[in-house]
């Protein structure tokens, strides 16, 4: 808790992932707090606190984690973390994971996650995809929900692209969303190899499908 801004009311919780069971500081009632949100806080480049919210992709990107072979020992960022559930089970699984968001109170809680699970504070990198950093990168890159608006789509891939190292692997999940359409289907004229995998499983009394896209790319 000591990493987590004061003011907000938070709420502990256990998630089941089958092979995981991760305890996540969240906001108790997100809802409340996008409520609350007021025009001056949007601003200009409409921030909204989206990361409030641990949604469905998430958990099951976290989920598809859990069922995969160690990562001890690889190098992974997860990009618009929120709080950071899919970087946590990397992180379970045996990664050094980099947590990245465009929102401070979003790194707080990933990094308080981080250190509730695995004993020791998260690492965290504040920046915005349209000006990603020149030196980041990893063999594992994890996002999650991170399509819903257009103004995101070419930044996110265009990081992704420069972060991901050859021979590395992005996992990218979205619940289909019409706006994703092709989006990072648009990687593999770079090369990059992609397998898709259906995530069904059920959270907070619904049952939810998430895609995850699997993407390779080549050595060369």
Known sequence: MRWLPRGLEVAAVRLDLGRLKPRLYRIADPGALIDSTDSESFGDDERFPYWSEVWPSSVGL?????????????????????TGLA???????????????????????????HELNLGVPGLT??????CPPRKMTASLVL?????????????????????????????????GRKIAEGSVEGMERFGIKRSLFLEEFDHAGRTHSVWIHKLVKPLR
């Open 143 to 175: 996002a999650a929900d991170v399509l819903y608006e257009s103004r995101f789509l070419v930044p996110f891939v265009n990081t992704l692209r420069s972060i991901l190292l050859p021979g590395g692997v992005a996992l990218v999940a979205e619940p």
């Open 87 to 113: 970087g946590v089970a990397a992180a379970l699984k045996g990664a050094r994971v980099t947590f990245t968001d465009y929102e401070n109170t979003a790194l707080a809680f990933s990094r308080a996650n």
């Open 62 to 82: 976290a989920r598809f984690l859990a069922r995969g072979n160690s990562l001890v020992g690889l190098g992974c960022v997860e990009l618009g973390c929120g």
């Open 125 to 130: 990198r504040l920046f915005d995809w349209r």
